[in-house]
């Protein structure tokens, strides 16, 4: 008995040797890939998903869109402010006469990260790829072109169909990116989603799907001393508390998608800043105007009187971001900063629209949310309760979100909670979404309001600046009378780091910016 | 002979097996509402883009011209490309089942070492304080979300004590050992909790068997008693428990995976899934299947060798 307690003693012992060795001998190389030992070489950025298709023209989500600008660049870029388009690799650029023609001159001694230099050839390969790739959801930024021609490799030559006021903004967008076409060809669609080559202050490195992504400066930037930053390590921490505890343990430098409840803790610790930065994204309820009682626009603007936002901004967003009026972004170049609060939290005026509408006792109505997204099962909930206090019975069910966004596609829902960004800084991409109906239905509520329709396709065609602005405001006031959206609220991107992090940039398009990302 | 009879026949009942299995995930893949395309392109894709897209993914194919090709590619090894990662499946396998397998086999490791001394230890205490608190320590063990004891290891071991890195699955093959204890113990909990009940239980049966008695009463040593007449008896029971564990953890855990942040083949399952990416599934759920048969054929051959009464027919 003795004999074999000891075996048993021992063996134990001599396995926990063993690992406390490997232990040892990791924390050492583990922390070679922490964020304090490469204090000036290596910033670690975590975030809750992996991206899954780098390929510019073929990004599919935010997670892969975000990502876009640190090893790809365009003739120009939104500026980051989100709200203009400003020269990045055309230094300057000339529009003719009838504004049909666009010619950019493109910076000297471009080289792409793999050294190749950047040819007049490979600009029309990109452009015209970005355009003609039809499964590309944004091939429509590009519609406007007719043609790209480039005499030399300095000089590229666009030329539109029609007068288009958004296109400087649309060829910001990282689909426009220029590409080698000689490594785009050989790799194909397939090789480029992994390893897409640019003009960028990065190029990845090492890729390992739902883990990280290594960049490395790109040793042929443009822009001489820049980036800061030897390397970026992107990794992939899916649970919310792992990742603020990894930045708290010192692992990593950066946690982005930060939980609205954690920000002021965080910013409260005094180890660590929480940065609220301004974004173009809003959320905001669908309504499907199709459908009985919500085909009448007094019960779509007693839903809104009924809605406590402000109540949705504290409990929600724990008061990180606003609360909505106008379905655009204050974000957004657009947005009508007089803009009254037409349908401000009133219930008894609520309750007096749905009357006159012939509803006294109030009605039910479905909202379906996706399973597993929290703020909007929050937000169904409050809303249930805020409606409930007009007589609406709002009957809240899951789904998943393949199955939400099949039945919101196809009109078949009453309403759903639904989120915008913009991708472009011109106002005309969510207008277009939101206001021309043989695009998407209206934003899929089935609305339809040809005055608006009417304003939006002129403010596409319009050059003046003013007179566009002018078109925006009455876009924002009508639709805001008829309400087929009732926009909630607005959301900054939550973003977490070390003290000594400067220079994170994200435009309020969602684009990262780490030229200047260093460590202090 | 007999036994090699028995193992080719039981590989070849597997093919049929494995048949059912694909046309049940096939369908079961397309009973589920959520257009892929639709699903790939979010809300600002346009139908011109999503027909488009969903002819990239062969889905204006019939059904049944989708389950051929599938079914035809499968028959030359190939699982398909994952259209979310633009990547072949199998090569999304590979890259993550060696975190799943360490994982399982580290939990393996823990799980043995913690619940045979414990089980055996309460077996023969069965009934006194010793045997109860281990009884109470495996319920609560049981009773706990795994997502919560991990959390809670983090913050001690990883945050407070500085022992372990917190979540990650590090670089090299040290590191990844290293950073595979912490959900390892947590994954193991669970298992261990399993396991020593039934030790316990098999061990309290196993002491009042006649044998045993004749065994102690033939002067024969304890340590030969306990190795020869207890544990090996303790085993056939446990192997079936176990294989079936193991099995089961790799099928990979979405909750382990997500709070420690390793890369392994839960989440790819569970977002092959919510992205509706039917070759993922697919292709997961049949590399399954082979290992859950797989498991159980091993579990058989083993029955054998600790029970000379069962015999491989």
């Known amino acids: 008995m003795k004999k074999s307690v000891r075996a048993t003693l021992l063996g134990l012992l001599s396995f926990s040797v063993m690992l406390s060795s490997i232990g040892c001998g990791s924390q050492t190389s583990t922390s070679g890939n922490t964020a304090n030992s490469n204090a000036s070489k290596q910033i670690v950025i975590a975030r809750n998903a992996d991206s899954a298709d780098l390929d510019p023209v073929n990004a599919k989500d935010n997670n892969d869109i975000w990502m876009e600008n640190l090893f790809a660049e365009g003739l120009v870029q939104s500026s980051a402010d989100g709200k203009k388009t400003e020269p990045a690799l055309a230094k300057s650029w000339d529009v003719s006469a009838d504004k049909l023609t666009y010619t950019f001159h493109i910076r000297d001694g471009l080289k792409f990260s793999d050294g190749t230099p950047v040819t007049g050839e490979d600009w029309i390969y990109s452009l015209k790829r970005a355009r003609d790739t039809k499964s590309s959801q944004w091939a429509f930024a590009l519609e406007d072109v007719k043609d790209v021609t480039a005499p030399d490799n300095t000089t590229v030559v666009i030329t539109l169909k029609d007068p288009s006021a958004a296109i400087l903004s649309d060829l910001s967008m990282f689909n426009a990116s220029v590409m080698p076409k000689a490594y785009c060809e050989k790799a194909g669609d397939d090789g480029i989603s992994q390893k897409p080559i640019g003009t960028g202050p990065y190029m990845i490195s090492v890729w390992k799907k739902g883990e990280y992504i290594l960049f490395k400066k790109n040793p042929n930037y443009w822009q001489k001393g820049k980036p800061l930053t030897d390397e970026i390590k992107v990794t992939v921490v899916p649970d919310d508390n792992s990742r603020i505890m990894q930045l708290e343990g010192g692992q990593i430098d950066v946690a982005t998608n930060v939980p609205y409840d954690q920000m002021k803790t965080i910013g409260s610790s005094g180890k660590l800043q929480a940065v609220n930065l301004p974004s173009t994204e809003v959320h905001y309820i669908t309504i499907n105007t199709t459908k009985k009682n919500l085909n009448n626009g007094k019960v779509r603007q007693a839903l809104e009187y009924a809605t406590d936002k402000d109540a949705l901004v504290k409990t929600i967003l724990f008061g990180n971001g606003t609360k909505a009026i106008s379905f655009l972004s204050s974000e957004d170049p657009h947005f009508d900063n007089n803009l009254p609060d037409a349908h401000a939290y009133n219930v008894d005026k609520a309750k007096d629209l749905l009357k006159e509408a012939g509803l006294p006792n109030g009605f039910e109505v479905s909202l379906v949310v996706p399973a597993g997204n929290s703020s909007a099962q929050q937000t169904a909930t409050m809303l249930k309760e805020q409606w409930a206090k007009i007589g609406v019975t709002v009957n809240i069910s899951q789904l998943e979100n393949a199955a939400v966004s099949s039945q919101y596609k196809s009109l078949q829902y009453d309403i759903q909670l639904h989120v915008w960004t913009n991708d472009i800084t011109d106002t005309t991409e969510w207008v277009d979404y939101a206001c021309i109906y043989e695009n998407d239905k209206n934003s899929f509520t089935g609305w339809k309001n040809d005055q608006i329709e009417a304003w939006a396709k002129q403010a596409k065609i319009e050059l003046d600046e003013n007179k566009r602005m002018a078109l925006y405001k009455n876009i924002q006031e009508a639709f805001q009378n008829d309400a087929p959206l009732i926009p909630l609220y607005a959301v900054p991107y939550t973003v977490a780091m070390s003290k000594n992090i400067t220079g994170f940039v994200q435009t309020p398009l969602g684009n990262y910016r780490f030229q200047d990302l260093a460590r202090k | ?313």
């Open chain 2, 1 to 313: 002979m007999n036994e090699l009879n028995y193992i080719i026949k039981r590989l070849l009942q597997i093919i049929p097996v494995l048949f059912c299995v694909t046309v049940l995930i096939f369908i079961m893949m397309r009973l589920i509402p959520g257009d892929p395309a639709l699903v790939m392109l979010g809300d600002k894709g346009s139908p011109e883009t999503i027909a488009a897209m969903r002819h990239q993914m062969g889905l204006d194919q019939s059904y049944l011209t989708q389950y051929w090709i599938f079914l035809n590619n499968l028959l030359h090894m190939n699982l398909g490309k994952s259209v979310y990662y633009n990547q072949p499946v199998s090569e999304l396998i590979q890259q993550k089942i060696l975190v799943t397998i360490t994982l399982t086999i580290v939990s393996t490791i823990l799980a043995i070492l913690i619940s045979f001394p414990l089980g055996y230890l309460s077996g023969i205490n069965r009934g006194n304080l010793k045997g109860q608190i281990i009884n109470a320590g495996s319920l609560v063990a049981v009773s706990l979300p795994s997502f919560w004891i991990g959390l809670l290891f983090l913050i001690l071991f990883g945050l407070k004590l500085g022992w372990f890195p917190i979540a990650g699955w590090g670089q090299t093959w040290p590191e990844h050992i290293y950073s595979m204890i912490l959900p390892g113990l947590t994954q193991a909990l669970a298992t261990c909790a399993l396991l020593i009940r039934n030790i316990q239980n098999s061990v309290s049966d196993i002491l009042k068997k006649d044998y045993v008695d004749f065994a102690y009463s033939k002067g024969l040593p304890r340590k030969i008693v306990r190795s020869r007449y207890i544990i090996k008896n303790v085993m056939v029971s446990t192997v079936t428990l176990f294989s079936m564990r193991i099995a089961y953890m790799l099928g990979g855990s979405v909750v382990i995976e997500t709070v420690f942040a390793l890369p392994g083949i839960g989440l790819l399952l569970l977002q092959g899934i919510l992205g509706r990416d039917y070759a993922i599934v697919q292709g997961t759920v049949f590399i399954f299947a082979v290992i859950v048969l797989a498991m159980n054929l091993f579990t058989d051959i083993s029955y054998s060798i600790l029970d000379p009464r069962v015999k491989l027919q």
